[in-house]
């Protein structure tokens, strides 16, 4: 019979650690896939670069702080889900948010 390596061995604390660190993840990446699902990170940078141009119109500048906005409330969202353990309670899409971002 071989030796224990009882370096091995995970104990109750290792593991809800992992399993921490494992859920974290997992809300990041669903909050990752909600944002990029309305706009993805080229259409984030089309759009600021339209905005800074001069480009968009009073309606489509109140439409995209409205997403950015979004975007900050849903990595807030986020965080305060791994920090306080509970379910994400996801902010809805501006309206003309998904429109706006399919023109860029």
Not at 67 to 94: F, K, N, S, Y
């Amino acid at each position: 019979m071989g030796k224990i390596d009882f370096g091995q061995i995970v104990d109750a604390e290792t593991r809800a650690e992992q399993a921490a660190r494992q859920r974290a993840a997992d809300i990041k990446a669903d909050c990752a896939a909600q944002i990029s699902a309305v706009m993805t990170v080229t259409t984030s940078l089309n759009l600021q670069g339209a905005a800074i141009a001069g480009e968009l119109d009073a309606g489509q500048m109140d439409v995209m702080r409205a997403g950015l906005a979004w975007v900050r409330d849903m990595q807030q969202a986020c965080r305060a889900a791994i920090a306080e353990g509970g379910v994400p309670e996801w902010p809805e899409v501006p309206a003309g948010l998904v429109a706006l971002a399919w023109e860029f």
